[in-house]
Structure formats: structure tokens, C-alpha cells
């Protein structure tokens, strides 16, 4: 089992999120879709959750920019009942194999202006 956490401020990405190039590389096309249909403040909530989300999950899989995983090949989707679902791609997808990682489960959650996320990598065998 292998476990990544991730904690910021929702102010931390204001000025990034604007940038489409900051965009592009941290988020898929659905996650900016599903966002931009959100007014401002579930927007910037929305974002900076996927943000703290993707990180924990870099984390959980002992990756990052310096292994080639970009956060945009770690997508995170809703569930029928609302839960984070994430997804692996590209990169991502192999470094979670190479570790025997088969699911990788993420919980976020939001405090005042706080944003926290937990990510466990789930281990073939489990």
C-alpha cells in the first residue's frame, strides 16, 4: 500500500489557473469542462480540490514531473454517487504498474480555505 497527502489554500492557484498553459498541464479536457460549467467560487473549489487530488496521488506513486508523469495523465472523475474515481494515463499509468499498484483511491476534502487530499495506492495482491 502506498499513501500520498496533499494540503493548500484555495488562493494558492488563482493566478496559475488562469494561464492556459498551467491548465493544460495539470488538468484533462473533462476536469476543465466539468469546471468551467461551475460559477467562480465552486470553480476555484472544484480546481483547487483535482489539484490537491492529483498531487496526493503523484505521491502515492512515488512520481512527479521528475519521472515524466505530468498531472494531467492523473484524472479525477466523479462516481455515480459523487466520490472521487481516479483515472491513470500515459506515464502515470505506468509508473502505478511498475510499482504494482493496480487502483489508486483518493478522498478530498475542503475546510474554510483549506483543501486536503489523502491517495492510497491499492497493491495488486490486496
Known amino acids: ?5 496533499d494540503l ?5 492557484l488563482d493566478r496559475l489557473v488562469l494561464r492556459p498553459w498551467f491548465r493544460a498541464y495539470v ?13 467562480p467560487d465552486r470553480r476555484r473549489e472544484f480546481l ?3 489539484f490537491a487530488g492529483k ?3 503523484l505521491k502515492a506513486i512515488g512520481s512527479g514531473a521528475a519521472c515524466g508523469v ?3 495523465q492523473v484524472a479525477i472523475r466523479r462516481s ?5 474515481v481516479v483515472e491513470l494515463a500515459g506515464a502515470a499509468a505506468e509508473r502505478a504498474a511498475a510499482l504494482g499498484v493496480a487502483e489508486v483511491r483518493v478522498s478530498i476534502t475542503h475546510k474554510g480555505d483549506l483543501v ?3 491517495a492510497v495506492g491499492v497493491s495488486q495482491s490486496s
Open 1 to 5: 500500500m502506498w499513501i500520498g497527502v
Open 8 to 12: 493548500l489554500r484555495l488562493g494558492e
Open 27 to 39: 488538468y484533462d479536457e473533462t476536469e476543465l469542462a466539468v469546471a468551467d460549467a461551475f460559477g
Open 48 to 50: 483547487a480540490g483535482r
Open 55 to 57: 498531487e496526493a496521488v
Open 70 to 72: 505530468r498531472p494531467c
Open 80 to 84: 455515480a454517487t459523487g466520490a472521487p
Open 116 to 118: 486536503l487530499a489523502l
